[in-house]
């Protein structure tokens, strides 16, 4: 193996380990092998997970389906325990993270993983720094991040940014601050940044969209705005660009569009089918789909957009029932590209 460097790598550092033949990135603490496999390989596409929160009351259910094709979401498995109220979710290509979360009768900081390729149950991973609902999740092959939220008693909205390792298990991590406390907001990311946008900071629905650093960790900076003040939204995206669609007041149908590795405000990328609050999301690098949400009545509706081609939502089928305020994550989405 190559002599180690005379001094610590910055988080993000990227090597050639010649004892394992494999690419290695620095996450900040420790050496990660980079995972080589795609979703094609794993999945036979890029594989949604949706975690079916108020279907129509608490649920542990989840479903998937491909987002490479359309056609209807079938049950993938069941969480430890039964939640709504928005919890947060990010992915590798291999596992996916789902934390917090509205668990009767209180809100919880539990995060469970699972194994995108198989179907199944989740497992315990750990705990988030702070219990809480509300919050939004995002992340890259490595790091996992989860932003916000509503921290009760009070209903306060918070501005604690967490973070995991998605290969190991542990608690989370203190990762820094947002800019202003809100609760259900929308995140989006590439391999690098992470994009949270919109969210209620109490009383008043923000167009705020924050960025930070992934590989790294520290405070929020401001990137833009989004085309108009929100909260209940959800993201996704490719490599480059971000997405945000849907939310309250409302509803609406409205998906706001972004560059991700620029600063700026957001512009008007085109409509879903239905306007909707608190659906669930997931992306390809190709795809962006939202699934369910509330009119306010629950729907099972399923849409997706071409990220790179501003344009409305097209039908892609349904979930296996009518959800909301749940989370959703991919083994393909723009944090690994």
Sequence with gaps: MENSSLGTPPAGSIRFNTDSAKMEIYN??????????????????????????????????????????????VDFGDL?????????????????????????????????????????????????????????????????????????????????????????????VDFGNLTVARRYLGSTASSTRSLAGGGNSDPADTNIIDYVEIPTTGNSADFGDLVENRNSDEGNASATRGLFGAGSPGPTNQIAAVTIASLGNAFDFGDLTQARMDPMSASSSIRGVWCGGATPTKVDTIDYVQIATAGNGTDFGNLSAAASEGSGLSNGHGGLG
């Design 80 to 172: 430890n325990t039964s939640t709504s109220g928005s919890p947060g979710a990010c992915a590798s290509r291999t596992r996916g993270l789902f934390a917090g979360g509205w668990v009767n009768p209180a809100n919880s900081n539990v995060i469970d993983y699972i194994t995108i390729s198989s179907t199944g149950n989740g497992t315990d991973f750990g705990d988030m720094t702070v219990i809480r609902r509300g919050l939004t999740g995002s992340g890259n092959q490595t790091r996992g991040l989860f932003q916000g939220g509503r921290a009760d008693p009070g209903a306060n909205p918070t501005d604690v940014i967490d973070y995991v390792t998605i290969a190991s298990t542990g608690n989370a």
């Design 28 to 73: 900040g603490d420790k050496w990660w092998e980079i995972d080589a496999t795609s979703p094609a390989e794993q999945t036979g596409g890029t594989r949604a997970v949706i975690q079916m929160s108020s279907s129509p009351s608490d649920s542990n259910k989840m479903d998937y389906g491909n987002i490479s094709t359309t056609g209807d979401f």
